[in-house]
């Protein structure tokens, strides 16, 4: 099993930044495939961005450019640093992880997740 605690969400108006990291504890692999989703007030839950142990990263296309995806592979940790947040950022941000699963966009391919942190921007 792997625990997944995400930290950093919270408030933030347009134009600003917030940076979230998610801590895995429990049985981690060299394999381990890391993301963050979101989910936002009545929209599917979507890949913002994956990173790869070997740190191969994809980016959705309504983040490039804007948000950083970056791990530490010694503490197990993930990060999403999000800079020039826009109102259509606000949402839950969830962080999963995968195994044996190489650089993947779909959800259903990840076996572990968090709870989830709030992301709100205001206008």
């Known amino acids: 099993q792997v625990q997944l605690v995400e930290s950093g969400g919270g408030l933030v108006q347009a134009g600003g930044s917030l940076r979230l990291s998610c801590a895995a504890s429990?049985?981690?692999?060299?394999?381990?495939?890391m993301a963050w989703f979101r989910q936002g007030p009545g929209k599917e839950r979507e890949c913002v961005a994956a990173?790869?142990?070997?740190?191969?990263?994809y980016y959705g296309d309504s983040v490039k450019g804007r948000f950083t995806i970056s791990r530490d592979n010694a503490k197990n940790t993930v990060f999403l640093q999000m800079n020039s947040l826009k109102p259509e950022d606000t949402a839950v941000y969830y962080c999963?992880?995968?195994?044996?699963?190489?650089?993947?966009?779909?959800?259903?391919?990840?076996?572990?997740w968090g709870q989830g942190t709030q992301v709100t921007v205001s206008s």
């Open positions: 429990g049985r981690t692999s060299t394999y381990e495939t």
């Open positions: 990173i790869t142990w070997g740190l191969s990263i």
């Open positions: 999963a992880a995968g195994i044996h699963i190489g650089l993947t966009r779909v959800a259903e391919d990840y076996a572990y």
